[in-house]
């Protein structure tokens, strides 16, 4: 079993739809959550990051860290084509590495 | 410019061959990191260096990669004798803060025939 792991999709879904991406991870030691999104052909630029169970807004985006299930998630409202990529989850354990952990990325469209 | 480069962006070489990545992180930042994203992966860390502290380089592959990083500032990534299943974008990421403030360069795509 992978230590994250998120499920690839792809995910199609019409413009102005409510978009949920998930993580699920099984080290229950990592402490801080984040959320990268990267376009085709660049590197990935961090949207958001929480360190605490619950949920933290950002504009129409939204990060949920549920540490009881060992599960994240990252809701768009109102999704604009201009959110087309691909989604990838990260995490990290203070107090011993200082590595990432990636999970393997979601591919999201939005259709006009 | 003042986000992360890399270069080449991309690289085509033959199997055997020696190929060298280069990373400028932006100014004043002291962590420096190298990921490797192949296809249908997600990025797997191969090296990370802080300030003048011995770099971590557990996620390196094999002993046909290594990375220095000359000055505190720019990094090279190396890969000798390099294979087919080596192929995928090396990325390098800088940060001031930690690993909660990364930011990566476009990437090198690689690809060995």
């Known amino acids: 079993q992978k230590e994250v792991e998120q499920d690839p999709g792809p995910l199609s879904v019409p413009e102005g739809a409510i978009v949920s991406l998930n993580c699920t991870y099984s080290?229950?030691?990592?402490?801080?959550f984040m959320w990268y999104r990267q376009y085709s052909r660049k590197g990935p630029e961090l949207l958001m990051y929480?360190?605490?169970?619950g949920n933290k807004e950002d504009g129409r985006f939204t990060a949920q860290v549920d540490k009881s299930s060992k599960y994240i998630s990252l809701f768009i409202r109102d999704s604009q084509p201009s959110d087309s990529a691909t989604y990838l989850c990260?995490?990290?354990?203070?107090?011993?590495?200082?590595?990432?952990?990636f999970g393997k990325g979601t591919k999201l469209t939005v259709n006009p | 410019g003042a986000g992360v480069s890399q270069s080449p962006s991309n690289k085509v070489t033959e199997k055997g061959k020696d190929v060298e990545l280069r990373c400028d992180p932006i100014?004043?930042?002291?962590?420096l990191y190298w990921y490797r994203q192949s296809l249908g992966q997600g990025l797997e860390f191969l090296i990370y260096?802080?300030?003048?502290?011995?770099?971590?380089k557990s996620g390196l592959p094999s002993d046909r990669f290594s990375a220095e990083r000359t000055g505190g500032s720019v990094s090279t990534l190396t890969i000798q004798r390099t294979q087919q299943e080596d192929s995928a974008v090396y990325l390098c990421?800088?940060?001031?803060?930690?690993?909660?403030?990364?930011?990566f360069g476009p990437g090198t795509r690689l690809t060995v025939l």
């Open positions: 990421a800088s940060s001031l803060t930690g690993p909660t403030g990364l930011f």
């Open positions: 100014s004043g930042h002291t962590a």
């Open positions: 080290n229950s030691a990592f402490q801080y």
């Open positions: 990260a995490m990290i354990f203070y107090g011993g590495s200082e590595k990432l952990v």
């Open positions: 929480t360190y605490s169970s």
């Open positions: 260096f802080q300030g003048n502290s011995a770099p971590d």
